[in-house]
């Protein structure tokens, strides 16, 4: 029997979201502006931890999953404030590799719906090594991975490869900074996993087709058995190989987006752990992202089984199916 529902594999950051007053920037052209050469007094400033590999952990364990995480990080207080939340929420940090090298940290200004601005500094998340992990205390189900960059790719397309092997059903979400290497950079790990979920630009910049309909097919001709694709207020997509199923939701008050995708994403690959159909998948994760971002931070929002089937017989998800 499997130790783990699943491990989630991908970056840890400390974020420290600030907030200014509005008065002293402004938005043009989707571009945030500061002045140049001023100290900006900050209305807020808030501590949380982020990381697709940490958000995802956390909405798997509070939607009922056993769930551990692997990630590489540093050795002094960052490291230790990540664990110490991580363990807040019942989540294994026993396969997580400490060394040299500083924690990832993120700055995130001004996060106002879709103004937030994004300074990333991924540090040892770069350096996770396929040495550094002993393969057999992957004693799971599913492995979920995020994007990795580096030395970290290279170890999760060798994970990838073990999980192939050993039968444990495996998700992939990778982020823009992947996305843009191609899809000859990507094959091989895209080739090994199950389900395959990215927002709507990073399709395009893997498969260069401009329509959902001709991404997922030639998402799903690079091996998954299901692909998703995100895009923002339309919603999400499913494509199984035959049918394309569309989620949309109520428009609501959106107060900052950060972590909306790991958040959709981990309750989508939740319910199909789970059994669900793709149908109660998709709504699964709306509902968990709509929920995230009316909250300041990536895992506030995260949603718990309770609340999260409480939304899920009042919330308004409409869902279409087609043929294609």
């Known amino acids: 029997m499997a130790k783990f529902d699943v491990i989630t594999i991908g970056s840890s950051t400390v974020d420290a ?40 952990a956390v909405s798997f364990s509070r939607l009922g999953l056993k769930t551990a995480y692997l990630g590489r990080m540093g050795e002094h207080s960052n490291s230790s404030r990540v664990i110490f939340e991580l363990k807040k929420d019942k989540i294994d940090t026993s396969l997580v590799v400490r060394g040299k090298g500083r924690t990832g ?78 899809k000859r950079y990507l094959s091989k790990m895209i080739s090994k996993t199950d389900i395959i979920v ?18 997922m097919k030639d998402l799903l001709k690079m091996g998954p058995e299901l692909a998703v694709i995100t895009n923002g207020d339309e919603g999400a997509f ?47 994760g709306m509902v968990n992202a709509q929920s995230v971002i009316t ?5 506030e929002g995260l949603l718990n089984v309770r609340d999260l089937n409480k939304l899920m017989k009042t919330k308004l998800c409409r869902i279409t199916k087609k043929k294609i």
């Open 105 to 182: 940290y993120s700055i995130i200004l001004d996060p106002k719906g879709h103004d937030r601005t994004v300074l990333a500094y991924k540090g040892s998340n770069d350096c996770l090594n396929i040495n550094q992990i002993k393969l057999s205390k992957l004693n799971t189900n599913w492995i979920y991975f995020s994007s990795m960059l580096k030395e970290g790719f290279k170890t999760i397309t060798k994970i990838a490869d073990y999980a192939k092997k050993k039968g444990i059903k495996t998700a992939f979400n990778p982020s823009s900074y992947l996305a843009g290497k191609g």
């Open 17 to 56: 979201f600030a907030q200014t007053d509005t008065k002293s920037v402004s938005v043009k052209k989707g571009k945030i502006q500061y002045p140049s050469g001023e100290k900006i007094l900050l209305s807020d400033l808030k501590f949380t931890i982020g990381g697709g590999g940490t958000n995802t």
């Open 295 to 299: 909250k300041i931070g990536a895992k």
């Open 238 to 284: 499913a494509y199984d190989g035959e049918n394309l199923r569309q989620v949309k939701a109520s428009k609501i008050k959106v107060l900052d987006t950060t972590g909306a995708g790991d958040s959709f994403t981990s309750a989508f690959v939740a319910g199909q752990i789970k059994g669900k159909t793709i149908e109660e998948s998709l709504k699964m």
């Open 198 to 215: 990215m927002n709507k630009e990073e399709a395009r910049m893997i498969t260069r087709k401009q329509k959902i309909e001709s991404m």
